[in-house]
T-cell receptor, first 119, second 110 residues
Framework: GAVVSQHPSRVICKSGTSVKIECRSL??????MFWYRQFPKQSLMLMATSNEGSKATYEQGVEKDKFLINHASLTLSTLTVTSAHPEDSSFYICSAAKGEQSRSYNEQFFGPGTRLTVL | EDKVVQSPLSLVVHEGDTVTLNCSYEVTNFRSLLWYKQEKKAPTFLFML????IEKKSGRLSSILDKKELFSILNITATQTGDSAVYLC??????????FGPGTRLSVLP
């Protein structure tokens, strides 16, 4: 149990286009989903936290209008990179938590990630 | 199907103890194995291992990879309460994305 999928696994797009990445919890209901971006030296930066049916909470420095997050159901969250630019090229990982929100940071199950390349 | 298994899933020790966390994997076209520590927000990167038998160390933490037996261990010596966290193991196959293990929850009691 506790499988999280992401789609697509990799995407290449032109500068200025928008890209949507889906994160699904396949066999459990996720109270909270998280979106991360991987930076050089393997560090993962938390971009935002989303709870089903409410607005996402963005971390400082993350542009809300550029990285749109929708958590429409307990099994699906989407991240849309709007007007993508080459500097948005990165590896985006989602995770889903089924524990209580207060504990959800250490109850996460990670997806396989999506590699975005913006030309 | 690629998979990563970690053991134990949960561990409670007292300060000063030494712990060994295990990560075994089955992936095609292995490229690297990574260890992360997750306390609050984003997991913190600890080690990346690509070659067998070469120990990586950082303070009280060390890790080693065995590509023949398909596993890695993470050692923490003289544990402290601040080591309490979930330790994640992830494998990156060539041409594919991450495969994360379920994590080991370590609790270090005073």
């Amino acid at each position: 149990g506790a499988v999280v999928s992401q789609h697509p696994s990799r995407v290449i797009c032109k500068s200025g286009t928008s890209v949507k990445i889906e994160c699904r919890s396949l066999d459990f209901q996720a109270t909270t989903m998280f979106w991360y971006r991987q930076f050089p030296k393997q560090s993962l930066m938390l971009m935002a936290t989303s709870n089903e049916g409410s607005k996402a909470t963005y971390e400082q420095g993350v542009e809300k209008d550029k990285f749109l997050i929708n958590h429409a159901s307990l099994t699906l969250s989407t991240l849309t990179v709007t007007s993508a630019h080459p500097e948005d090229s990165s590896f985006y990982i989602c995770s889903a938590a089924k524990g209580e929100q207060s504990r959800s940071y250490n109850e996460q199950f990670f997806g396989p990630g999506t590699r975005l390349t913006v030309l | 199907e690629d998979k990563v298994v970690q053991s134990p899933l949960s561990l409670v020790v007292h300060e000063g103890d030494t712990v060994t966390l295990n990560c075994s994997y089955e992936v095609t076209n292995f490229r690297s194995l990574l260890w992360y520590k997750q306390e609050k927000k984003a997991p913190t990167f600890l080690f990346m291992l690509t070659s067998s038998g070469i120990e990586k160390k950082s303070g009280r933490l060390s890790s080693i990879l065995d590509k023949k037996e398909l596993f890695s261990i993470l050692n923490i010596t003289a544990t402290q309460t601040g080591d309490s966290a979930v330790y994640l193991c992830a494998v990156t196959p060539y041409g594919q994305n991450f495969v994360f293990g379920p994590g080991t929850r370590l609790s270090v009691l005073p």
